[in-house]
């Protein structure tokens, strides 16, 4: 059975930082492309931040020189660290293996003052 769990969301002031986990289990996470989506409420979901198996990386415009995605394959979990956090960030975060349907619970991100 694959699970995603997405942890570390919460409540933090515009310029503050958060550290996004996700935790797989049930799959051969080395092998994947994994990425990092947000929905925030009214919109489509999109995609933030990829990391290719091979170890290749592709930012959205709107998060480039702000997050970093990373992953340890060893420990099956990939990360996302958002710096410099706008209120425009707020939304729901989702880790996703690409080629398949699987998604976690998702984790808030909320950016206010």
């Known amino acids: 059975q694959v699970q995603l769990v997405e942890s570390g969301g919460g409540l933090v002031q515009p310029g503050g930082s958060l550290r996004l986990s996700c935790a797989a289990s049930?799959?051969?996470?080395?092998?994947?492309?994994m990425g990092w989506y947000r929905q925030a409420p009214g919109k489509q979901r999109e995609l933030v931040a990829h990391?290719?198996?091979?170890?290749?990386?592709n930012y959205a415009d709107s998060v480039k020189g702000r997050f970093i995605i990373s992953r340890d394959n060893a420990k099956k979990t990939v990360s996302l660290q958002m710096n410099s956090l706008k209120p425009e960030d707020t939304a729901v975060y989702y880790c996703?293996?690409?080629?398949?349907?699987?998604w976690g619970q998702g984790t808030q991100v909320t950016v206010s003052s």
């Open positions: 049930g799959i051969i996470f080395s092998l994947y492309t």
């Open positions: 990391l290719t198996s091979g170890g290749s990386v």
């Open positions: 996703h293996p690409w080629t398949t349907n699987y």
